[in-house]
Each structure stands twice: as structure tokens, then as C-alpha cells.
């Protein structure tokens, strides 16, 4: 138990040597992604050939550090997934990806014992060997702030976090600064808020410390609702005491007494790891009442959420954790000065709080050193679709869309050519090549009509069908509607009815127009902010891809052949044997035709399931 | 209410959170985790204790889709269908297994109790896309056919069980 700051600086140089002491670190990859792939059973494996070795396994940083002890850790993620199970090897900065099973004998044979690369394990592309982990060019483009120590640490050692300079932020901010000195370096630094808004960190923190009721909250948002998108998952998985330190800054920084940690219900691991970090940073005293002899008090909570995508929204989320409906509110008042249990409350998301030791470790010149004018600092995106390295990334703001596609994406998946990229979810847009060249952050992405959101980057190819994007999105808004208000209840079913319709090849003239003014109305009168930006997908990409809706309603054709519906399925005459088998399989009995003979489709019978096609052996049946 | 309802367990929960509302949903969620699904029989019951009513138990439990008032199959299986899955083909894979099993939108459960097949927006694992879970645990890099291997699988579970 630290009692005073003394015993932290004395704790810190016992962590610093122990984690010095050990000469190599072998960092099993343990985020979710990996850890589908077979890596903790990677893990066991290592352990237990290195124990057969004779070697020094220290699976946690020890008291009494051997020298010649080999460290074996389960890190958080590291954002490759793709090339997952991921192991790397310090301090020579290796990186070995697709790890199997088989493969752990020859690691522990000569690289643990050796220090010898085993090379059939690189990660390789057009020839060349990527040895190291910062030369391969996924993570070459990247600038990694907040995501600087997911892979590299043991993510559940607070020892390990304090070792490599963890708490410092903390402990600083508590000796030897006052309240309006954080909230005046968090308000120069320009942090905005990474959950998608860009409100200002610091001016929400400045508007809390001025409140006088008490208790005040820190709550942080990790309800990462949008689909296709994990950044705060990997943080919360990989980091999650650099979260937990953020948000203690920010208790001290406004005078709140309770951090509550809302974390989606998808997210069990990011839960499990949440709770040994609370653990771990109560039992060293971190939290508590009196923390290190000081007056400060902070207690930390978790809550889990139950599969409510509106409960991302501020005034839904903290009524959830006081244990109601998540409805959203009309606000005024704000969450500032009537947020969770009405009183004065913090609300930031995992990334924006995962920025705030940083800035105060090396000061807010050098966050605004990093990233644009408007909008400083880093930003993480997952990067999903069809691109060749899906995974997380984090790139400084301004950083352009080619960039992250092209250089550190990889391009694209297949032979594919860039159509659109869907960013920030369910209540973002489709940029599409015009944009490819516009630097990304808040301001130049909200002037073309998109938003950041939380940074989920989805890529797409041109067998993506933009009107089923649409509709994908619309069916999503309209099931995670809340109820409350009719614009988004009733608006967005309706759109959703019409976008069906248009998929399916029913669509009628005036259709477009119609959703138009559909979306128009939603945007102006929903009550929350998920609400207002739920015809975000459909105006965007009415505006950018007209053409295709016009081709699906007037000439009953999808340009991306990816509507089902919409598609015709033919017999290849000269190919058809007559085997009949297509035509009991038929759900619907549209195929006909004399045994031995070529059998034609009825198209409209036709149900274009495809079922015929993957019945056919002799590949005489196409979509056409 | 049924005679033989044991309450031990619920009376454990409830005072693990103090009889607290606010407590209601980790209260539901983990009722939930020992009974796979709400039993009707502790609505009226934890109203009493915490003092609410049935209907403001009966509201929160059919607000939050991961709340279920029917019974799951032992093996719970969710089909990813975020954008990231989606547009990775996860909806061939979803029905696939729905003909399986014999399950529909509306069917969840199967009528042996053994498989509930359903959907969720994103589970966070994009760069594995197409994924499911069956029991939480992650299938990556899903295709038709490694479903359907999957469930042949499980079902040699059971039947060894």
C-alpha cells in the first residue's frame, strides 16, 4: 500500500529494475483477435518448453529479479489481427506473425535460447522481409500515442505499467499541480473529444470544476457501439490502466470523487482486464480514499452495458448506469452540470481519456505538435473492408485518406479498385476518390459531410453496392432506434421500407426524393444526436452515387451486381448436361427441362437464391 | 409463481449490489448468466426487494436486446453482421446455419434447448471478419462451410455428453 509519494517513487524503481532485469521479452499477442486464433494456448506452450529448457520463466515481473530470467507476456492487442497470432520478441523489436501451435519449438529453440530469427515466421510482402515490427509498413506510417503500449506490455501487470513510466502523469498531477492547472494544459494542448462530437476536452472539464454540487462523476464511454469499429476495445484490452490513469486526472482536474467505466456487453475481455486493473490500482492504493497521504478520493466502477446501441449517447449512457431505459434526453441542461444521478459529470470515451497522461507527462506543446491546427494530435482508426491489412491503426490528424489506405492499408484486398470508404458508423458517411487527397480530421471531414465519429474506416471495393450500404445502415439505425421520439422511430422505419424496396427491385419513381425529405425532417427534429445523424448514410451516398440509385429504381439493375434480387441466373446451354440435378434443388420449382437435355430457368418463378449454382457441377449455371 | 423456484440464487445477487436500483441491470445480467434467461418468476420478486415495480423490471429487462425473456439453447451462437462482416459476406454464413439447425429470424431456439442462433452489430474483432461466437469464444475467418462443420461439431459435443 502506498502511503505516500515516497513509497510511489520507491515502488517505481523497483519496477523499473525488475523490468530491466529481464534480457528478453517474448510478448504473446492476448487480444481478442489473437487469442481466437490459438494464442493463449501459444502462450502455454512457450511456458512450458522454456520451463523443459531449464530456462528462467518469468511470467510477471518478480521482487527478486533473476538475470538471466526470460520474460513471457500476454500483451493487448496490437492491431494486426490479420496476421495474427502475433508474438514479438524484445528488445530486438521482432515480429512474428501467424504463429501455429507447431511453430513454438523452433522459437523457444533458437531465438530464446539462441537469439536467432526464425525467419519463415516474417511478415512478408513483394519479396521482402520485415524483420522488426516498426519497419513493416503497416506500422511504419503509423504514430502511435495512445496506442503506444498495446502489444508491447503485459496488460495486466500494473507493475509492468509503472515500470515503463505509468502513474507518472498521475502522481505528478497530484503533487505538484492544482485543478486549473490540468484543466488549463488539457485546454491548451486543443484535446478534443475522440467519441466523435470534437467538443473540446478541456473547456467540458473547466465547465465541471466550476460546478459547485457534489458528488461529481468522471464517466468514460466505452459503449463502442458502431459497427466496425474497435479502437476503444484494443485500448481497454491492451492498456487499461493508461485509460484508468486519465480518468483519475480528470477527478482531480474537476473535483469528482467516482469514475464509472461503462463497457459494452460485447467486450467481455476488455470487462475481465477493466477489473484487474481496478483491482491491481486498489490494492496499491491508487484508489481509494486518501490516496498516497493525499486529500484525494477516487473510486472506480464498472458497468456493463446490455446490448443498446443508444446508450452510446451521453444522456442515455448515464441513465443507464443509474439503472433505467437508456433514453436519451432533451438537453439543455447539459451532462456538465446534470449528468449522471444529476449532478456535475465528465462524460469522455476511452481514447480521449487515454490521451490525457501523455499530455501531461510531456506538456500540451508537444501534443500540438503532433497532428493539424484545428484538431491536434492523433487519431485511431479501424481499418476493415476490402483492404489488404485490416487492423487498428493510428495516424496524426490531417493524415489523408491515401495514406491510410494505400500506404499503411496495404491498398486493396484482391484485385479490387477504391469505391468509397464508409467512415464513423451508423451516423457517418461515404467518401469517396475526390476525397482520397483531403487531410482527416474533425473540421475538413465535417465540411464534406461526414463525421469521425469514433473512427471506424470501412473500405470498399466496386462490388459494394452503395444502395445496400444504405439500406445495411438504415436497418441498423432503425432496430437500435430507443423509441422515444418519432422522427427516428417512425423516420427511419420508413426510409428503411423504401430502401428495401429499392434493393429489391421495386423501387418507383420519386423514391429518392422521397428519402430526401425523409432525411431532411429527421435530421432537424430527432431528439438526440444518434437521431439526427441516422440519414447520415443515405444523403451521402444519394449524393455521391445517384447514378446507382437511379440504375437500381428505373433500369432494375445493380451497376455493383451485388443485389441478390436484382441479379438474372442462366443455364449455359452448351455447358448444361442435363443431369437435372438444379432442378431438384430448386426451392421453387423454376427450373425445367428433359433429363439430358439443357434445362432453362423461369425467371419469373426465379427466387435468385443460387442454390442451383452451387449445384451444379458441371459451373453451366451464372449470375448474370 | 412456481412452488419450487429456488430464490438463493437471486438473494445472493441482490445482495451483492446492496438491493441497490441502480443496480438493476448487473442485477438482470447476472440472473441472466445462471439461468441463460430471465425466469418470469423473479420479476415480482426482485421488485419487492428493491422496492420498484414489476413493470420498471418488466421496462429495463425488454429495453436491452441482451436481456431474454425465453430460455437459450446451450450453446449460444452470434453472427456478427457489423459493417465489416457484412460487407465480408457474414449474412450466407448466418443462413446457412439457420437451415442447419432449422432455426428462422423469428425461431430462435431450437426446440431441444441445445442451439439459439442470433445476430449482433459488431463484436469487435473487424480484422477476423466474417467472425461468430459460440459461448463468447471467437471463430474467426468464417465461411459457410466451416459453419457447418462447426455445428457437426457441436453436436458430436452433445452427443457425447
Known amino acids: 500500500m502506498l502511503k505516500n509519494r515516497q513509497d510511489f517513487i520507491a515502488y517505481r524503481k523497483e519496477a523499473v529494475a525488475a523490468y530491466g532485469a529481464q534480457a528478453e521479452k517474448i510478448i504473446v499477442c492476448a487480444g481478442t483477435g489473437c487469442v481466437a486464433g490459438g494464442s493463449l494456448k501459444i502462450y502455454d506452450r512457450l511456458k512450458e518448453l522454456m520451463a523443459e529448457k531449464g530456462l528462467h520463466v518469468a511470467v510477471e515481473l518478480e521482487v527478486d529479479p533473476h538475470d538471466d530470467s526470460v520474460g513471457l507476456k500476454k500483451s493487448g492487442c496490437h492491431g494486426f489481427c490479420e496476421m495474427g497470432p502475433l508474438v514479438r520478441i524484445d528488445p530486438q523489436g521482432w515480429l512474428y506473425t501467424k504463429v501455429k501451435l507447431e511453430d513454438c519449438e523452433e522459437i523457444v529453440e533458437k531465438t530464446v535460447c539462441k537469439g536467432e530469427y526464425v525467419e519463415r515466421l516474417a511478415y512478408t510482402k513483394e519479396n521482402c522481409i520485415y524483420k522488426k515490427q516498426a519497419d513493416i509498413p503497416f506500422y511504419a506510417g503509423q504514430t502511435r500515442v495512445v496506442l503506444e503500449h498495446c502489444g508491447k506490455i503485459d496488460a495486466t501487470s500494473i507493475r509492468e505499467y509503472v515500470a515503463i513510466g505509468g502513474y507518472t502523469a498521475f502522481e505528478k498531477a497530484l503533487f505538484e499541480m492544482n485543478a486549473d492547472l490540468i484543466v488549463e494544459q488539457i485546454s491548451k494542448s486543443g484535446l478534443r473529444g475522440r467519441g466523435g462530437g470534437g467538443f473540446p476536452a478541456g473547456k467540458k472539464w473547466e465547465q465541471v470544476k466550476r460546478q459547485k454540487a457534489l458528488p461529481k462523476y468522471v464517466v468514460c464511454n466505452g459503449d463502442e457501439g458502431d459497427p466496425g469499429a474497435f479502437m476503444d476495445r484494443s485500448i481497454m484490452e491492451g492498456d487499461p490502466h493508461r485509460m484508468l490513469e486519465g480518468m483519475m486526472i480528470a477527478g482531480l482536474a474537476t473535483g469528482a470523487s467516482h469514475g464509472y467505466i461503462y463497457v459494452r456487453a460485447e467486450y467481455p475481455l476488455a470487462v475481465e482486464r477493466l477489473r484487474t486493473a481496478i483491482a491491481q490500482a486498489e490494492q496499491l492504493g491508487l484508489l481509494g480514499d486518501n490516496i498516497m497521504g493525499t486529500d484525494f478520493s477516487f473510486h472506480m466502477h464498472i458497468n456493463r452495458g446490455a446490448g443498446a446501441f443508444v446508450c452510446g449517447e451521453g444522456s442515455a449512457l448515464t441513465a443507464s448506469i443509474e439503472g433505467k431505459r437508456g433514453f436519451p434526453r432533451v438537453k439543455p441542461p447539459r451532462t456538465v452540470e446534470n449528468g449522471l444521478f444529476d449532478k456535475p459529470t465528465v462524460l469522455n470515451n476511452v481514447e480521449t481519456f487515454a490521451n490525457v497522461a501523455e499530455i501531461i507527462n510531456k506538456g500540451a506543446d508537444w501534443y500540438l505538435g503532433i497532428g493539424t491546427e484545428s484538431s491536434p494530435g492523433t487519431k485511431a482508426f479501424a481499418l476493415t473492408g476490402n483492404i489488404s491489412n485490416t487492423g487498428l491503426i493510428e495516424v496524426p490528424m490531417g493524415t489523408t485518406l491515401r495514406e491510410i489506405i494505400f500506404d499503411i492499408g496495404g491498398g486493396m484486398r484482391g484485385d479490387g479498385e477504391f469505391k468509397a470508404v464508409q467512415i464513423g458508423g451508423p451516423s457517418g458517411a461515404c467518401l469517396t476518390k475526390e476525397h482520397l487527397d483531403l487531410p482527416l480530421d474533425f473540421d475538413n471531414i465535417k465540411k464534406v459531410g461526414a463525421m469521425i465519429g469514433s473512427g471506424g474506416l470501412v473500405v470498399m471495393d466496386e462490388n459494394t453496392c452503395m444502395v445496400e450500404v444504405a439500406r445495411f445502415f438504415m436497418n441498423f439505425t432503425q432496430n437500435e432506434s430507443c423509441g422515444k421520439c418519432v422522427p427516428c422511430r417512425e423516420g427511419t422505419k420508413r426510409m428503411l421500407e423504401i430502401l428495401e424496396r429499392i434493393v429489391a427491385g421495386q423501387g418507383r419513381d420519386g423514391d429518392i426524393e422521397l428519402l430526401e425529405e425523409l432525411a431532411d425532417t429527421i435530421s432537424s427534429t430527432a431528439l438526440c444526436g444518434l437521431g439526427k445523424s441516422a440519414p447520415n448514410p443515405v444523403v451521402s451516398t444519394i449524393k455521391n452515387f445517384r447514378d446507382e440509385y437511379k440504375a437500381h429504381i428505373y433500369d432494375k439493375r445493380c451497376p455493383a451486381g451485388a443485389c441478390q434480387k436484382l441479379k438474372t441466373i442462366v443455364i449455359d446451354p452448351n455447358l448444361c448436361k442435363g443431369c437435372t440435378k438444379c432442378a431438384r434443388q430448386c426451392p421453387v420449382s423454376a427450373i425445367n427441362g428433359k433429363v439430358k437435355e439443357p434445362h432453362t430457368i423461369d425467371l419469373d418463378k426465379c427466387i435468385r437464391c443460387g442454390s442451383c449454382i452451387s449445384a451444379c457441377a458441371f459451373h453451366a449455371i451464372k449470375e448474370d | ?161
Open chain 2, 1 to 161: 409463481m412456481s412452488a419450487q423456484f429456488d430464490f438463493a440464487v437471486v438473494d445472493r445477487i441482490l445482495a451483492a449490489y446492496d438491493c441497490k436500483q441502480s443496480g438493476i441491470i448487473a442485477i438482470l445480467q447476472e440472473i441472466q448468466e445462471h439461468y441463460h434467461y430471465l425466469p418470469r418468476e423473479i420479476f415480482q420478486y426482485i421488485a419487492d426487494k428493491l422496492d420498484m415495480s414489476e413493470a420498471e423490471i418488466y421496462s429495463v429487462a425488454t429495453f436491452y436486446e441482451n436481456f431474454s425473456l425465453e430460455p437459450k439453447g446451450k450453446y449460444v451462437i452470434k453472427i456478427c453482421d457489423g459493417t465489416a462482416c457484412h460487407v465480408r459476406r457474414s449474412i450466407p454464413i448466418l443462413d446457412r446455419i439457420r437451415a442447419e439447425l432449422g432455426l428462422s429470424a423469428e425461431k430462435k431456439t431450437s426446440d431441444d434447448l441445445n442451439f439459439t442462433v442470433e445476430t449482433v452489430s459488431c463484436l469487435g474483432a473487424c480484422g477476423l471478419a466474417p467472425v461468430l461466437t459460440v459461448n463468447d469464444v471467437v471463430y474467426p475467418a468464417m465461411t459457410p462451410d466451416k459453419a457447418s462443420a462447426l455445428i457437426k461439431e457441436l453436436r458430436e459435443e452433445i452427443a457425447n455428453a
